[in-house]
């Protein structure tokens, strides 16, 4: 009988874990649209899986658009900023909410700008109202961040105040005290 209760105490104490990453991974924001996120692989988009995605305490919903002069000029930045984390131990995610007036214009804007993060598929662009919300409506590049619970953090009110977003991110995730948040708002 010992023996027996000390088998479900193990495989009780074992499933807890398992449990609480899954309820890591279900940002209420994101989470609908997880079978519609694409990422770059060579010369195509394919399907994303969103596994460890879901899983950053902070996500950086990137509407920008390849024909758009400030997007180009803002976007090598946020590469390197998101390229410079621990490999597999992202602080932050990247999701391109595109702006482009095409499919092909998307996969050449992630091209040309080495955008290894993942995007909305284009043609699912049209229907997510719930993350256009996120969009603040002042030009691009815009930047919302939202934490996990699609709470925003940081969100840019102009098409040139990117890359001060970007840079609160990072003092953010440094646990550096940062100056007033003026760009948090709820969508």
Same mark, same amino acid.
């Given at each position: 009988?010992?023996?027996?209760?000390?088998?479900?105490?193990?495989?009780?104490?074992?499933?807890? $874990? @398992? !449990?609480?990453? /899954?309820?890591?991974?279900?940002? =209420?924001?994101?989470?609908?649209?997880?079978?519609? &996120?694409?990422?770059?692989?060579?010369?195509?988009?394919?399907?994303?899986?969103?596994?460890?995605?879901?899983?950053?305490?902070?996500?950086?919903?990137?509407?920008?658009?390849?024909?758009?002069?400030?997007?180009?000029?803002?976007? $090598? @930045? !946020?590469?390197? /900023?998101?390229?410079?984390?621990? =490999?597999?131990?992202?602080?932050?995610?990247?999701? &391109?909410?595109?702006?482009?007036?095409?499919?092909?214009?998307?996969?050449?804007?992630?091209?040309?700008?080495?955008?290894?993060?993942?995007?909305?598929?284009?043609?699912?662009?049209?229907?997510?109202?719930?993350?256009?919300?996120?969009?603040?409506?002042?030009?691009?590049?815009?930047?919302?961040?939202?934490?996990?619970?699609?709470?925003?953090?940081?969100?840019?009110?102009?098409?040139?105040?990117?890359?001060?977003?970007?840079?609160?991110?990072?003092?953010?995730?440094?646990?550096?005290?940062?100056?007033?948040?003026?760009?948090?708002?709820?969508?």
């Amino acid at each position: 009988m010992n023996k027996i209760f000390r088998c479900f105490l193990v495989a009780g104490w074992l499933a807890v $874990p @398992g !449990l609480a990453r /899954a309820d890591a991974t279900n940002n =209420p924001a994101l989470a609908a649209h997880a079978q519609d &996120l694409v990422v770059l692989q060579g010369e195509k988009l394919v399907s994303f899986k969103s596994d460890t995605f879901l899983n950053a305490p902070y996500t950086v919903l990137y509407f920008g658009a390849g024909w758009c002069p400030d997007c180009r000029k803002f976007s $090598p @930045g !946020l590469v390197e /900023a998101y390229n410079r984390q621990a =490999p597999g131990r992202n602080r932050f995610e990247v999701l &391109l909410l595109t702006m482009d007036k095409t499919a092909e214009g998307m996969l050449k804007f992630m091209k040309v700008e080495k955008m290894t993060w993942p995007a909305l598929a284009f043609d699912k662009m049209e229907g997510a109202e719930d993350l256009k919300k996120y969009y603040s409506g002042h030009g691009i590049p815009c930047l919302s961040v939202i934490d996990q619970t699609g709470a925003v953090v940081l969100q840019s009110k102009s098409d040139q105040d990117a890359a001060p977003v970007l840079e609160q991110l990072q003092r953010l995730l440094k646990g550096k005290p940062s100056r007033p948040l003026e760009h948090a708002s709820s969508p």
